[in-house]
């Protein structure tokens, strides 16, 4: 590893490449926040498949990408006289020493738990920072991500379930107002109550789906990776029964759901 003076000349370095290709490369020099924040996006999902590969090469590779994004709308607000790197740093140093007395002053000593379960409490008290406790939360962030987000968030305030299995209880409460949701538009008289039973369903399907995001963050499970584990196995089973299909010279829209199943269930017993 590295020495903290070899690590600070690597910081140097790449503040000076980036000053030079705001100056001298045309395509960097014409970027601005806007049209670089879709890239940074795309970089943190990049990042993530990394780490969720366990691949350290390509973390390290990712890493340096988004903290290249990161000097690049730095340097982008230097220019407009508004902040720079110097400023970034001193403010996440400011804030992480804030919310860390136990470390950084004379405070008691805490556990992972107690830190985590007084955790926004401490935030909700810093200068300047957010006036309520889910203040924070992007609207931009895609709708599971912001799920585990605001449950952290009430969890962090000490609101949440005192016992994990309790929650179980509010998954089956709202499959069951769900189902009758499902039941009111197929039993619709009219148009106007089935619009309008259609609208209830759609909120009683969101409150499923955050009760089981709900269930997934009390029980250590990422409810991202669990989905994305579902789709590449639908994605699997459903290339096989694909393949099956072509190599008996017939087309998938030609056969009959129940010969799919079969082949189906193939896949499954193969392990796809």
Request: charged share 35%; with cysteine.
């Amino acid at each position: 590893m590295h020495t903290i003076e070899e690590k600070t000349a690597q910081f140097a370095r790449l503040l000076d490449v980036m000053d030079k290709l705001r100056e001298k490369c045309p395509w960097n020099a014409a970027q601005t926040m806007d049209s670089i924040r879709p890239m940074t996006v795309e970089e943190v999902y990049e990042l993530s498949d990394a780490i969720i590969r366990k691949d350290d090469r390509e973390t390290c590779k990712e890493l340096g990408d988004l903290l290249y994004h990161i000097v690049f709308y730095a340097r982008i607000a230097q220019e407009d006289g508004r902040f720079d790197i110097a400023d970034v740093l001193d403010r996440i140093c400011e804030k992480m020493i804030f919310r860390h007395p136990h470390v950084f002053a004379e405070g008691k000593q805490m556990t992972a738990k107690e830190i985590a379960d007084t955790w926004e409490l401490v935030k909700a008290k810093e200068k300047g920072g957010n006036r309520r406790i889910m203040d924070g939360i992007p609207e931009s962030m895609p709708p599971m991500l912001k799920a585990l987000s605001l449950q952290e968030k009430a969890r962090g305030a000490g609101f949440d379930w005192e016992e994990r299995r309790q929650v179980w209880d509010k998954v089956m409460e709202e499959q069951r107002e769900l189902q009758n949701e499902f039941d009111a538009v197929e039993s619709a008289a009219d148009e106007t109550e089935a619009a309008a039973a259609m609208d209830r369903l759609e909120g009683e399907l969101g409150d499923v789906f955050f009760s089981l995001i709900n269930a997934a963050r009390l029980y250590g499970i990422d409810p991202d990776k669990a989905l994305d584990r579902t789709n590449k196995k639908f994605r699997s089973r459903f290339t096989y029964l694909e393949e099956q299909t072509i190599r008996k010279g017939r087309k998938l829209s030609e056969m009959a759901l129940a010969e799919m199943d079969a082949i189906w269930d193939e896949a499954k017993a193969k392990g796809l």
